[in-house]
């Protein structure tokens, strides 16, 4: 071929290629779906994903098995949890970008925030809170896990989805050392650091331990210091607020109860029983209300019990259910 054919050849070949490139990517853009989930139950662009319960599994897997025990004491394994939930919120991943703060300026305990802003009163805030730590005894199986894996489940729920009011997620340590090595309450500082200026917080839920479940006789245990009596069979799930936070949220209460097929346990403290929750005691010191929904923890389980031991198909049910009435709460 002469060398004027090949150069005329090219003039015509060579964007009649990238034309026809550009429209197969055009006509898959169109018919393929806005995204697929990823390996470990992540999608970045689909809304109103439901998590299933493998899903939630594979999370819960994550932290234990890949990670291990994330005692509070541990700045190692604190710091390595952060990061971890910092790169599930992420745009990367789920779809957020996640903002980090240092508690104390100690870069091994880390706040993760990540927010989804109201679009017609942005200044109401629904705050959705969990501690990522595990027991200080104990490989820490269950606690700390499983409720991480609800608020994962929650923010790719939510993610890229239009709501009046601002959603945001927050994560934090249980506890950590302050500038003077003195241990403090994970829920202090972000109760102190989650509202901003000019922002109403209407609310908080407490992510707590989820999915330990059990129809044997005295499977649950009561705190008899407060004495605040439970029902002997570890068979249900916890709101645990005062009568303000009850009444205020009354709305997520009723729609929780309507909406899920296990049973349920009000716990209404007084001002005294309320101090056996200290994070709840402390958002409520600072004026917010807030309902911890729990399976209530190591009132049920050991700090031996393994996520096997989790019902990950009532987690998932809970999930749905909670997605559901949180969105009406977003939207009144």
């Known amino acids: 071929m002469k060398q004027s054919s090949v150069i005329k050849f090219c003039l015509i070949a060579?964007?009649?290629?990238?034309?026809?490139?550009?429209?197969?990517?055009?006509?898959?853009?169109?018919?393929?779906?806005?995204?697929?989930?990823?390996?470990?139950?992540?999608?970045?662009?689909?809304?109103?994903?439901?998590?299933?319960?493998?899903?939630?599994?594979?999370?819960?897997?994550?932290?234990?098995?890949?990670?291990?025990?994330?005692?509070?004491?541990?700045?190692?394994?604190?710091?390595?949890?952060?990061?971890?939930?910092?790169?599930?919120?992420?745009?990367?991943?789920?779809?957020y970008r996640p903002k980090i703060t240092f508690l104390e300026d100690n870069k091994s305990y880390r706040m993760v925030e990540a927010e989804l802003a109201g679009e017609k009163t942005p200044s109401e805030v629904l705050l959705i809170i969990s501690s990522f730590s595990s027991p200080e005894v104990g490989p820490g199986d269950h606690s700390g896990a499983s409720q991480i894996s609800m608020m994962l489940g929650l923010a790719r729920y939510f993610v890229n989805t239009e709501n009046a009011r601002t959603l945001r997620f927050v994560a934090s340590p249980s506890s950590y050392p302050d500038v003077n090595g003195r241990k403090k309450l994970g829920s202090s500082y972000v109760a102190k650091k989650s509202k901003?200026?000019?922002?109403?917080?209407?609310?908080?839920?407490?992510?707590?331990?989820?999915?330990?479940?059990?129809?044997?006789?005295n499977s649950q245990s009561s705190i008899q210091e407060f004495n605040i009596n439970l029902p002997n069979k570890g068979d249900f799930i916890a709101f645990i607020g005062d009568k303000f936070s009850h009444q205020s949220m009354g709305s997520i209460i009723s729609g929780l109860i309507k909406s899920i097929d296990l049973p349920v346990q009000k716990v209404l403290l007084d001002n005294n029983q309320l101090e056996a929750f200290s994070g709840l005691s402390l958002f409520r010191n600072s004026g917010?209300?807030?309902?911890?929904?729990?399976?209530?923890?190591?009132?049920?389980?050991?700090?031996?019990?393994?996520?096997?031991?989790?019902?990950y198909h009532k987690n998932a049910q809970l999930l749905k259910a909670m997605s559901l009435v949180i969105s009406d709460e977003l939207n009144p």
């Open 14 to 95: 060579v964007p009649l290629g990238i034309t026809l490139i550009g429209a197969f990517s055009l006509i898959y853009s169109f018919n393929a779906p806005a995204s697929k989930p990823r390996e470990g139950g992540r999608s970045v662009l689909n809304v109103n994903v439901l998590s299933t319960p493998e899903e939630l599994r594979s999370w819960v897997k994550r932290q234990t098995n890949d990670i291990g025990p994330r005692p509070w004491n541990n700045a190692d394994q604190t710091r390595v949890t952060a990061k971890w939930i910092e790169s599930e919120l992420s745009e990367e991943n789920i779809g």
């Open 196 to 217: 901003r200026p000019s922002e109403k917080i209407i609310g908080v839920i407490e992510i707590g331990t989820l999915g330990f479940f059990s129809q044997e006789e």
């Open 288 to 311: 917010y209300p807030i309902i911890k929904i729990s399976d209530t923890g190591s009132l049920r389980y050991s700090s031996a019990d393994t996520p096997k031991k989790i019902d």
